[in-house]
């Protein structure tokens, strides 16, 4: 057990929805990451935060969005959802944004468009 | 561009027998390199990391990684796998600068045979 929970575990939803997905750090972990893990993308990096301000954004969809909350919980909001965005959705935390920080990840969300 | 290859989907070895699972990085900077492994339905688990100085790390699990500068590699090793070793290996990198967002390989899935 990393220490990242992650919710809900699944979720299954419709083309053109919106959903969230939610994240809590390891305690004492500031940085949250969010990555994508899809069979023909592989795992992306989408968006890192740090004690509630952005960090780092990579392939992340404007459709999508993630914000960090002031108790360290970080949630990524997709929307317009399209059959392409059915993935595992993993969620990371470290206690740094710099340095080579090692990441722990949660279980992941499975997400199922259809 | 940063980029992590990994040349190989699949590595087949023989319980006991030594393994080796490879990686090569492209990255402009001062790498930071990473080897996770993923069990199914499971997130990814870290195992160990080289930042600099020896170029032999080693990490969990009796796993070790030798980082060569001039080949650009970062090779995991194992000198006696286990069939619970069986699972999707990922070499990772960051860079100093680039706030500890990870670029991953497309994984190696590693299967050991009775």
């Known amino acids: 057990d990393s220490g990242v929970t992650q919710t809900p575990k699944h979720l299954i939803t419709a083309t053109g929805q919106r959903v969230t997905l939610r994240c809590s750090p390891r305690?004492?972990?500031?940085?949250v990451y969010w990555y994508q893990q899809s069979l023909d993308q592989g795992l992306q990096f989408l968006i890192q935060?740090?004690?509630?301000?952005?960090?780092a954004k990579g392939n992340i969809l404007e459709r999508f969005s993630a914000q960090q909350f002031p108790d360290l919980h970080s949630e990524l909001n997709l929307s317009s959802l399209e059959l392409g965005d059915s993935a595992l959705y993993f969620c990371?935390?470290?206690?740094?944004?710099?340095?080579?920080?090692?990441?722990?990840f949660g279980p992941g969300t499975r997400l199922t468009v259809t | 561009a940063q980029s992590v290859a990994q040349p190989e989907d699949q590595v087949n070895v023989a319980e006991g027998n030594p393994l080796t699972v490879k990686c090569t990085y492209s990255?402009?900077?001062?790498?930071?390199l990473f080897w996770y492994v993923q069990y199914p339905n499971r997130g990814l688990q870290f195992l160990l990391k080289?930042?600099?100085?020896?170029?032999l790390v080693k990490g969990s699990y009796g796993f070790e990684a030798e980082f060569n500068k001039s080949q650009t590699s970062f090779h995991l090793k194992k000198p006696s796998a286990l069939v619970s070793d069986s699972a999707l290996y990922f070499c990772?990198?960051?860079?100093?600068?680039?706030?500890?967002?990870?670029?991953f390989g497309a994984g190696t899935r590693l299967a050991v045979h009775p």
């Open positions: 990371a935390s470290s206690e740094r944004d710099i340095g080579a920080s090692e990441q722990y």
């Open positions: 305690s004492g972990d500031l940085s």
């Open positions: 935060y740090y004690n509630g301000e952005e960090r």
């Open positions: 990255v402009s900077g001062n790498p930071y």
């Open positions: 080289y930042i600099t100085g020896d170029n």
């Open positions: 990772a990198v960051s860079f100093s600068g680039g706030y500890n967002k990870l670029i």
